[in-house]
């Protein structure tokens, strides 16, 4: 049977594991990896990163034995887990003296009373069905929209941000840099996805530099902010958002969803600085009957 793990055997672990990294000097191979990664907590991604590298693994998509059978796949024979560390919750009475976490399916509450082991495998380290990645984001493709970007751009620059186009690491799209005052788009992007791309850091260079919301919240709210422009053009980004948003929510419709309200003030605040032009004048004034709104309720 798992061992329980106390709290600071936990953060040991999690802290020596970072030091690792940074002594071994990769870093920043690791928040790239992390960045594309956010099925885990930050805890157990650092964890699953070491034991990857250690081993001579290039981690992809990883899941527990059960979720690789549902998938048609299998653990082969002598491969050894990826440890991950996972809560333990008890709705019996000792767990009183915790505050309740979560709720059953019954609506009890139920009490986090510590940590065990569990365990992962890598996509390598199975075989079987051919293995298609669940919610994974899909570039757009096609045309953009010059007079948007270019609105964009001038508001970036207004707030004292340089806007650059350059060659990024393989995955990464665009980012924002507080400290810097800079938003940089791949060159490697469609015009559509650029647009995209460029929406959602405009996002976050607007409503993120005080730093007073989660990550996971901020993600969302920054892709529902580019959504929402892109439909607005007459651009479907449902094939790259709504996978981002439930992978950034953690599968989560309403957490997905705790963002709407912030990115739609911020899309009302840009629409009425472009209503003057036939960019966004036929959007209705009333919050739109998204088909973001709608896919997510069907999660």
């Keep these: 049977m798992s061992r329980y793990f106390t709290y600071t055997e936990l953060r040991t672990q999690v802290e020596d594991a970072i030091q690792r990294l940074v002594e071994e000097g990769v870093w920043s191979d690791f928040l790239e990896f992390a960045s594309n990664f956010t099925t885990y907590s930050p805890r157990n ?28 796949r299998w653990v082969k024979r002598g491969e050894n887990g990826l440890r991950i560390v996972v809560p333990v919750l008890s709705k019996q009475a000792d767990a009183a003296e915790h505050a309740p976490l979560d709720e059953d399916q019954r609506g009890r509450p139920l009490r986090l009373v510590g940590f065990k082991s569990a365990y992962v495998f890598d996509l390598s380290q199975t075989e079987g069905d051919e293995f298609i990645e669940p919610l994974s984001p899909k570039h757009l493709s096609g045309p953009g929209d010059q007079e948007v970007e270019e609105y ?55 409503l993120h530099e005080t730093n007073t919301v989660e990550r996971e919240l901020a993600e969302c709210q920054a892709e529902t902010f580019a959504y929402l422009v892109m439909s607005s053009l007459g651009i479907d980004a449902t094939q790259y958002s709504i996978p981002y948003l439930l992978r950034w929510s953690k599968g989560s419709a309403s957490a997905a969803l705790d963002g709407f309200e912030d990115a739609y003030e911020l899309f009302i605040a840009v629409r009425s600085e472009l209503i003057a032009t036939p960019v966004l004048a036929d959007y209705p004034d009333e919050a739109p009957d998204s088909d973001l709104c709608k896919l997510l309720t069907l999660v």
């Design 152 to 206: 964009l751009r001038s508001r970036l620059s207004s707030r004292g941000f340089q806007l650059v186009s350059e060659r990024l690491k393989t995955g990464v799209n665009g980012f924002t840099d507080f400290s810097r005052r800079l938003v940089a788009i791949s060159d490697a992007l469609s015009d559509s996805q650029r647009l995209k791309t460029l929406c959602h850091e405009f996002a976050h260079a607007m």
């Design 45 to 72: 991604t650092v964890l699953i990163y070491n034991q990857c590298k250690g081993r001579g693994i290039d981690p992809s998509y990883v899941a527990g034995y059960k979720r690789w059978r549902q998938l048609g």
